[in-house]
Every structure is written in C-alpha cells, then in structure tokens.
C-alpha cells in the first residue's frame, strides 16, 4: 500500500525555523496537504495543494514540493506551534492516506 | 456555519459490526464537488482515512479495511455513516468525520470533534 514518510521528531528553538520533509512516490503527480493537530483537538489544515496557505494560518508555515518530497516550513518558530503534523495526499487509485506524523518540540 | 458531529457506541464487544453516524450542517452532500471522508486515530498515534462518499454517491475505501467498511449517505437527514464490520481492539480510537469541498480547495476543512470508541470485551 502507498505511504507517506516522515520524521518522527523535530526539534526547534524559539524563533528558529522548522523543516518537515513528506515523501511518497505519487506526490510528484498528487497534491499533498498539511495538517496540525494539538493534543484533544481535530486536526487543522496550514497548507493545501502543497503550497496555499488558508486564511487565517499564519504567514510563517509555508509549503513546498520537489520532485517526490514535498515540505512543510514554519519560519520564526513560536511555542504555540508545537503539535503533532501530519502530511496527507492520494495515491494512483485516488484513496487518501497520511503521513505518521512529526512531532514538533520547541525547545 | 458549517458544522460536524459523529456520534455511535462509545464501547463495542470484538467481532460486532460499529455504525457511526456523522450529521453535519451548514452544507449539503448533494452540492457538486462535496465530499465527506471518515478519519481515525488510535490513542497516541496517526491519523488514519478509512473512507469517503462524494456527492455523487460515488465512494472510496482504505484499501486495506475495504472489505470491512460500508460508507453510505442521507442528504435528507444530512448524515453520513459509516459502519465497521467484525470490530477487533485495534479499531480502539477517535472516529472522526471531515468535509471536503472541491471550491475550497480539496483540503479537510471542516472537522467534527471525534468520537472515541472502544473495542473491548
């Protein structure tokens, strides 16, 4: 079956800036999304179609794709982004999956 | 205001099937490009899509639990259900259901608040 890999763990100081990397072999031909999720909450998109921002995410995450990797940045890093993030994209059938998540600390 | 809630059994014995019922608002699942997906999460680890169903009733299945799953829809009621067959305590986790639509993007942007669900006997 298709998988999203990950990191497990990225560790960042304050105003630093976080690089989450997501591969898969069918994000060269697939959008991939970003999710963030803080502990007893549904997950919130900041990134979609590897690089749009929503409204009402903050300018500092920012996406990016080349070739099968595709990466997540949260620049100037504050600690009330420290959360679990997960990539999301379509395999070649067009089911979805999810990456395992990255864990951000903030240090 | 677009909304979403799952509701079902909060425990289940192993080998019974587990219906879930996700009823939303402020949208509706016969409007082109609308599609609600069902999520889940095991305590302490990974998102997981087990499901979708478009407005065109067309669905999709996790490709691994396809054989256990059954998504259906009533616009009607505005409610999508899920249902899980031979449930074991590996389906223990929160059940979520989320919307998608195609004018916003494709991303998951409305999330209900999960249910928890244990397989337990």
């Known amino acids: 079956s298709y998988e999203l890999t990950q990191p497990p763990s990225v560790s960042v100081s304050p105003g630093q800036t976080a690089r989450i990397t997501c591969s898969g072999d069918?994000?060269?031909?697939?959008?991939a999304f970003w999710y963030q999720q803080k502990p007893g909450q549904a997950p919130v998109v900041v990134i979609y179609?590897?690089?749009e921002r929503p409204s009402g995410i903050p300018e500092r995450f920012s996406g990016s794709s080349s070739g099968t990797t595709v990466t997540l940045t949260i620049s100037g890093v504050q600690a009330e982004d420290e959360a679990d993030y997960y990539c999301?994209?379509?395999?070649?059938?067009?089911?979805?999956?999810f990456g395992a998540g990255t864990k951000v600390t903030v240090l | 205001q677009v909304t979403l809630k799952e509701s079902g059994p909060a425990l289940v014995k192993p080998t019974q099937t587990l219906t879930l019922t996700c009823t939303f608002s402020?949208?509706?699942?016969?409007?082109?490009?609308?599609?609600v997906s069902w999520i889940r999460q095991p305590p302490g680890k990974a998102l997981e899509w087990l499901a979708r169903?478009?407005?065109?009733?067309?669905?999709f299945y996790n490709t691994s639990l396809k054989t256990r799953l059954t998504i259906s829809k009533d616009t009607s009621k505005n409610q999508v259900v899920l249902t899980m067959t031979n449930v074991d305590p590996v389906d223990t986790a929160t059940y979520f259901c989320?919307?998608?639509?195609?004018?916003?993007?494709?991303?998951?942007?409305?999330w209900g608040q999960g249910t928890l669900v244990t397989v337990s006997s």
């Open positions: 069918a994000l060269p031909k697939q959008y």
């Open positions: 989320a919307r998608e639509y195609d004018s916003s993007g494709n991303l998951f942007d409305f």
């Open positions: 402020g949208f509706s699942l016969s409007t082109s490009g609308m599609r």
């Open positions: 179609k590897d690089s």
């Open positions: 999301q994209s379509t395999d070649s059938i067009g089911t979805y999956v």
């Open positions: 169903i478009d407005w065109d009733d067309d669905k």
